[in-house]
C-alpha cells in the first residue's frame, strides 16, 4: 500500500531495537503480512505469511516498556502474548493513542515497549487501518486481502 519509514529509539529501548534490526537484516519481514488490523486501535504484523502460516523467530526478549516512550499514534511496539517477557518478531504501530498500553496504565502493569515510531508513510498506515476485515484460520481482524510486507530494510 507503499512506503512505511520507522525511526528506532536505540537509546530508550536497546533490546527492542536490536531485535527488530536482526529479523530485519535477516529477512524475516520480507513477505509477512499485516494480519490484525483494528481501525481506532492498531495494525499489528510481522510474524505471518499471505496463508497465515507463523514463521519462526528467536527467542523472545524482556520487556522494555518501563523506558518512558508511549503507546501514543505513530509509535511502533512490540506485541506480545499474556507474558510479559515474550515479544519475539510481531510489532504494531499505533493509529490512535493508546495510553493504556503504557506500563503505568496498563491492567497488567507491564504494558507494551514502544521502540520507536513512524516518520514517513502514516498515511500509509491510514490505509490499512481502514481495509475491510473479518475472521480467517482461526484470527480475528485480519484484512480480506491480504497486506504484505514486500521488503523491510535499513535505511542506517
Known amino acids: 500500500m507503499g512506503d512505511i519509514v520507522l525511526e528506532l ?3 530508550k529501548a536497546p533490546k527492542s531495537v536490536d531485535n527488530f534490526v536482526q529479523y530485519v537484516k535477516s529477512g524475516h519481514y520480507d513477505g509477512t503480512i499485516f494480519h490484525r488490523v ?4 492498531m495494525i499489528q504484523g510481522g510474524g505471518y505469511t499471505a496463508d497465515l502460516k507463523e514463521k519462526p523467530t528467536r527467542a523472545p526478549i524482556p520487556l522494555e516498556s518501563r523506558n518512558g516512550l508511549s503507546n501514543v499514534r505513530g509509535s511502533l511496539a512490540m506485541a506480545r502474548t499474556m507474558v510479559p517477557n515474550s515479544a519475539t518478531a510481531q510489532f504494531y504501530i499505533n493509529v490512535v493513542d493508546n495510553p493504556n498500553l503504557d506500563q503505568p496504565n496498563a491492567r497488567d502493569g507491564e504494558g507494551y515497549a514502544v521502540f520507536g515510531k ?10 490499512i487501518k481502514a481495509a475491510a476485515t473479518g475472521n480467517k484460520g482461526g484470527f480475528a481482524n485480519v484484512p480480506l486481502q491480504p497486506i504484505v510486507i514486500k521488503k523491510a530494510t535499513l535505511e542506517k
Not at 483494528?38 to 486501535?41: K, S, T
Request: aromatic share 6%; no cysteine.
Open 9 to 11: 529509539d536505540h537509546d
Open 118 to 127: 513512524v516518520v514517513q508513510g502514516m498515511d500509509v498506515v491510514d490505509k
Open 38 to 41: 483494528i481501525d481506532g486501535f
